[in-house]
């Protein structure tokens, strides 16, 4: 098979296009980074539809709306945008509650709720922190199939922890606090807002979450039925839209194609649950071989992966004008392990902070050492500037003169004390891991910035 953009079908992918699913029956591909996973899934579609004398119907869904509008373009180029329809989730529901129902008026839908998004009843005289709390719980069932709110919603902690400090000056302020004696309360007021936001004539706001949600629980169907339903990113669905899909599988003998990346998941502050894991398909196929990069960096990615998530696969670099060097003898070595690690090694990491105590760590390892000698390090300037940021906390924790301390936040916190006290009370959580570092190495600190200073070079090429 030649693709749309002109590449040769690889093996792998020539199984998937082959593919010939009985109704009702559920398709897994496992689909690694640059394999070509939605080129593959278009070239499905075309063989199912131009190959058969009666052509199936095809659903293409996926999360990202610019992507439906390219592969809209694509389908409607070839003449099959009849038999083939690309949407998003929640489009799917948007047509049936706002175009067939009429059921929400669309100046109700908001992207992002917040607790001034609560029916001014029935949020008067309640605290900012319960109206938190009522938020947050409706997001999570949200994204659950659970027919009715629950404790589980619920951050029972974060509940405790604010019973426990009301006072009575709090309660005359806020007097409807008083309500809430147990989480069960909590519940029962987050359910009273839900009932108002699925109301036909509620006053609450709606987020998209609202009406995708609605449309799993009160068990409606997809406007249309389609032979083939096939699902792209597949390991970002949360479980509301799994059940959707699984519903059309189930009830209407709909054939189901899974196409995701388990390493590639960007949703899980959508509830995103990896359902490429908890889907039981009838067939599973794997796409490891990449057009994105060479051998050498196939190597490296299966090496890393093989021990930060323990998957042994084998990803294949087949583009040779991209990394296509070989790399022999790569291995990837646990940091949390004790095991001795061959020099010289590359240390990966998310997070500038990560990377400033993995520094320091190795700092403080050879300057204890008996054999202790100079080298010279380079650091990036976003490294640097976390290292000062460290250097005002510990700096204020040593009561330095206000003046001197370089950072304008830790500054303007005049005290150790107060910068701890805003820190906590806005959750600051990056500054809450700096004050973390210095309360725990202290005075060893200083050990730290002076061996910085002493190997630190501007010219990359001499570290």
């Not at 999570?140 to 659970?146: H, N």
């Not at 009301?166 to 029962?188: C, E, F, N, Q």
Request: proline share 4%.
């Amino acid at each position: 098979y030649t693709l749309l953009d002109d590449r040769i079908a690889t093996q792998e992918q020539k199984q998937v296009i082959d593919l010939d699913l009985k109704q009702g029956q559920i398709a897994k591909i496992v689909a690694y980074a640059g394999t070509g996973k939605t080129s593959t899934l278009v070239q499905l579609a075309l063989v199912l539809v131009q190959a058969k004398d009666s052509p199936p119907s095809i659903l293409f869904v996926t999360y990202n709306s610019d992507l439906v509008k390219q592969l809209e373009r694509k389908f409607t180029g070839l003449g099959l945008q009849d038999k083939v329809h690309c949407r998003t989730f929640h489009s799917l529901a948007y047509q049936i509650y706002f175009t067939e129902l009429n059921h929400f008026p669309r100046d109700r839908v908001v992207s992002s709720f917040n607790k001034s998004h609560i029916a001014p009843q029935l949020r008067e005289g309640y605290s900012p922190q319960v109206l938190d709390m009522i938020v947050s719980t409706l997001e999570t069932f949200t994204y659950s199939t659970d027919p009715e709110i629950g404790p589980q919603h619920t951050d029972e902690a974060i509940f405790n922890k604010y019973i426990n400090s009301i006072t009575d000056k709090h309660v005359k302020k806020y007097p409807r606090v008083s309500d809430l004696g147990a989480l069960s309360d909590l519940v029962r007021l987050s359910s009273l807002v839900w009932a108002d936001m699925i109301s036909k004539k509620g006053a609450s706001k709606i987020t998209h979450e609202t009406y995708l949600k609605l449309f799993q629980l009160e068990g409606k169907q997809l406007p249309s039925r389609y032979d083939y339903i096939e699902v792209d990113e597949a390991q970002d669905m949360n479980p509301v839209c799994t059940e959707i899909v699984l519903r059309e599988c189930r009830n209407r003998g709909s054939r189901v194609v899974l196409v995701g990346d388990p390493h590639q998941q960007l949703y899980a502050f959508r509830g995103a649950v990896n359902a490429m894991d908890l889907i039981q398909a009838d067939v599973t196929f794997v796409l490891s071989q990449s057009f994105r990069f060479g051998r050498g960096m196939g190597q490296a990615a299966s090496a890393l992966v093989s021990v930060l998530k323990r998957q042994h696969i084998a990803v294949e670099g087949i583009n040779n004008s991209r990394g296509g060097c070989e790399w022999t003898g790569i291995r990837a070595y646990d940091p949390s392990s004790d095991a001795p690690v061959p020099f010289p090694y590359t240390y990966l990491v998310r997070k500038n902070f990560t990377m400033v105590k993995k520094i320091f760590g190795e700092f403080m390892r050879d300057i204890m050492s008996p054999s202790y000698e100079k080298f010279l390090i380079f650091l990036p300037p976003k490294i640097n500037v976390e290292i000062e940021k460290i250097r005002s906390v510990y700096d204020l924790w040593q009561e330095k003169p206000v003046k001197s301390i370089k950072n304008e936040f830790v500054r303007e916190c005049g005290t150790f004390s107060k910068l701890k006290y805003i820190v906590d009370k806005k959750d600051l959580y990056q500054w809450k891991r700096r004050i973390e570092l210095v309360e725990m190495y202290k005075e060893d600190l200083l050990k730290f910035f002076v061996r910085i200073n002493e190997c630190l070079t501007k010219d990359a090429s001499q570290a």
